[in-house]
T-cell receptor
Framework: AQSVTQLDSQVPVFEEAPVELRCNYS??????LFWYVQYPNQGLQLLLK??????LVKGINGFEAEFNKSQTSFHLRKPSVHISDTAEYFC????????????FGTGTSLTVIP | GAGVSQSPSNKVTEKGKDVELRCDPI?????LYWYRQSLGQGLEFLIY????????KSGLPSDRFSAERTGGSVSTLTIQRTQQEDSAVYLC????????????FGSGTRLTVV
């Protein structure tokens, strides 16, 4: 079975500082990787996704993530955070070409401190 | 509609009562998914519909949970004899076809069983 690990449940960071949110997965098959963001009282919004090709993926709001197959990781980064980035971030994995459901991590709560 | 609509947004119910949660997907989206988001446990896959049929019910936690979709559009998730452990946010997502690539999530229904 697929599993997704987000080691950091809470990440506080000062405004304009860089941030990295970690995600590791376990799978013996090819995977598609995603990061979603959830603002308070809202649904999940897609930040970025890796399906194939370049391992460095750029998403919305200045976020990027790098797929590392050997380390089975897909860490999310942003060079300079804003107050508006305060939210819950979820890493998700789907398996292969027939996957129709996500396996989600438990989420990382990012708090940007003014 | 423009997005995935879920109702009600909040529901408080007494233990033992039945509840119905509604999801209205994006027009034309043939695939529909239900997830449960529990505090500290991330998102848990419940059920997937392709049209009106449910090829994957593997995530339903017990026989108290059921779901249906009519007319290839609106879906209802029913929880019978609710228990306190059913308290969670129930999220619905739809996509144009049965892949995770085009998922759009609704804002969810927050269910509280007292």
């Amino acid at each position: 079975a697929q599993s997704v690990t987000q080691l950091d449940s809470q990440v506080p960071v000062f405004e304009e500082a860089p941030v990295e949110l970690r995600c590791n997965y376990s799978s013996s098959v090819s995977v598609y990787l995603f990061w979603y963001v959830q603002y308070p009282n809202q649904g999940l919004q897609l930040l970025l996704k890796y399906l194939s090709g370049s391992t460095l993926v750029k998403g919305i709001n200045g976020f990027e993530a790098e797929f590392n197959k050997s380390q089975t990781s897909f860490h999310l980064r942003k060079p300079s955070v804003h107050i508006s980035d305060t939210a819950e971030y979820f890493c998700a994995v789907s398996e292969g070409n027939t996957g129709n459901q996500f396996y989600f991590g438990t989420g990382t709560s990012l708090t940007v401190i003014p | 509609g423009a997005g995935v609509s879920q109702s009600p947004s909040n529901k408080v119910t007494e233990k033992g009562k039945d509840v119905e949660l509604r999801c209205d997907p994006i027009s034309g989206h043939t695939a529909l998914y239900w997830y449960r988001q529990s505090l500290g446990q991330g998102l848990e896959f419940l059920i997937y519909f392709q049209g009106n049929s449910a090829p994957d019910k593997s995530g339903l936690p017990s026989d108290r949970f059921s779901a249906e979709r009519t007319g290839g559009s609106v879906s209802t998730l029913t929880i019978q004899r609710t228990q306190q452990e059913d308290s969670a946010v129930y999220l619905c997502a739809s996509s144009p076809k049965a892949t995770v690539y085009g998922y759009t999530f609704g804002s969810g229904t927050r269910l509280t069983v007292v």
